[in-house]
C-alpha cells in the first residue's frame, strides 16, 4: 500500500512536468531500488516517461540508499538530502534522476485550487507556510533553550567559550613544558 501510495505521488509529480517525463523516457524499462532502512521501494520506469512498482527481487539498473534521518531532511534542509544519499549504478539514471529530484517541485496550490478554489487555496497554502515557519522557530527556540539550560543553569554541557579558553591555556603551557622537559633531560645527561 505504501509503494502505491508513493509511485501515486511520484506520478502525479511527474505528470505535472513534462520536461522530468520527457528526460525519463530515454531510460525506458530500467529499475531503481529506493531504500530507506529495511524499506524497499522497487520502481520501474514506463514509456510514458513515469513509475510503476518494480520487481522487488530484480537487478535495479540503480540503487539509492536515504540517510536514517531523511523524514528530517526533507522538513528542514531538502538539498542536503541527495547529497546525503548513497547512489549506486548506472551513472547517467543516476544523474537523470538527481536532477529530476533537485528541480521537481510540487505545486500543493494548483491541486488544492481544484478542490476549494483558487482563492481559498492560495490564503490555505499561505497559512500552511506561516503556520510551519511559526512551529520551525517554536523548535529552533526550544532547542536554543535547552542548550542554554545545560551550558548555563545546570552546566553538563561545556560552553564554546569554555572550550576555547581551555585549549589556549593548553597550547601556552605547552611551550613552557617542552623547555622544563628540555632542562630536566639536559640535567640527567650530565649526572651520568
Same mark, same amino acid.
Given at each position: 500500500m505504501l509503494?502505491r501510495?508513493a509511485i501515486?505521488?511520484?506520478?502525479h509529480?511527474?505528470?505535472g512536468?513534462?520536461w522530468?517525463s520527457r528526460?525519463?523516457?530515454?531510460?525506458?524499462?530500467?529499475?531503481?531500488n529506493?531504500?530507506?532502512?529495511?524499506?524497499?521501494?522497487?520502481?520501474?520506469?514506463?514509456a510514458?516517461?513515469l513509475f510503476?512498482?518494480?520487481?522487488?527481487?530484480?537487478?535495479?539498473?540503480?540503487?539509492?540508499?536515504l540517510?536514517?534521518?531523511?523524514a528530517?531532511r526533507v522538513?528542514t534542509?531538502k538539498?542536503?538530502?541527495?547529497? @546525503?544519499?548513497?547512489?549506486?549504478? +548506472? %551513472?547517467?539514471? =543516476?544523474?537523470?534522476?538527481?536532477?529530476?529530484?533537485r528541480?521537481? *517541485?510540487?505545486?500543493?496550490e494548483?491541486?488544492?485550487a481544484?478542490?476549494v478554489?483558487d482563492?481559498?487555496?492560495?490564503?490555505?497554502?499561505?497559512?500552511?507556510?506561516q503556520?510551519f515557519?511559526?512551529q520551525?522557530?517554536?523548535?529552533?527556540?526550544?532547542a536554543?533553550?535547552?542548550?542554554?539550560?545545560?551550558?548555563?543553569?545546570?552546566?553538563?554541557? @561545556?560552553?564554546?567559550?569554555?572550550? +576555547? %579558553?581551555?585549549? =589556549?591555556?593548553?597550547d601556552s603551557l605547552?611551550?613552557?613544558?617542552? *623547555?622544563?622537559?628540555k632542562?630536566?633531560?639536559?640535567?640527567?645527561?650530565?649526572q651520568?
Amino acid at each position: 500500500m505504501l509503494t502505491r501510495i508513493a509511485i501515486g505521488f511520484l506520478n502525479h509529480l511527474l505528470s505535472g512536468e513534462d520536461w522530468a517525463s520527457r528526460r525519463l523516457k530515454d531510460f525506458t524499462g530500467q529499475t531503481v531500488n529506493v531504500m530507506l532502512g529495511t524499506l524497499v521501494l522497487p520502481l520501474e520506469i514506463t514509456a510514458d516517461g513515469l513509475f510503476v512498482a518494480g520487481d522487488k527481487n530484480g537487478t535495479a539498473t540503480v540503487n539509492i540508499t536515504l540517510p536514517a534521518d531523511t523524514a528530517t531532511r526533507v522538513l528542514t534542509d531538502k538539498a542536503s538530502l541527495l547529497s @546525503a544519499a548513497q547512489i549506486s549504478g +548506472s %551513472a547517467e539514471l =543516476a544523474e537523470c534522476l538527481g536532477f529530476i529530484f533537485r528541480n521537481l *517541485r510540487w505545486d500543493s496550490e494548483s491541486d488544492l485550487a481544484r478542490l476549494v478554489g483558487d482563492i481559498a487555496a492560495r490564503r490555505l497554502v499561505a497559512g500552511g507556510k506561516q503556520a510551519f515557519q511559526w512551529q520551525r522557530r517554536q523548535a529552533q527556540n526550544l532547542a536554543l533553550n535547552v542548550a542554554e539550560y545545560f551550558t548555563e543553569e545546570n552546566p553538563t554541557i @561545556a560552553r564554546r567559550q569554555d572550550i +576555547s %579558553a581551555y585549549c =589556549a591555556d593548553v597550547d601556552s603551557l605547552r611551550d613552557p613544558l617542552e *623547555r622544563v622537559e628540555k632542562r630536566i633531560a639536559s640535567l640527567e645527561r650530565t649526572q651520568i
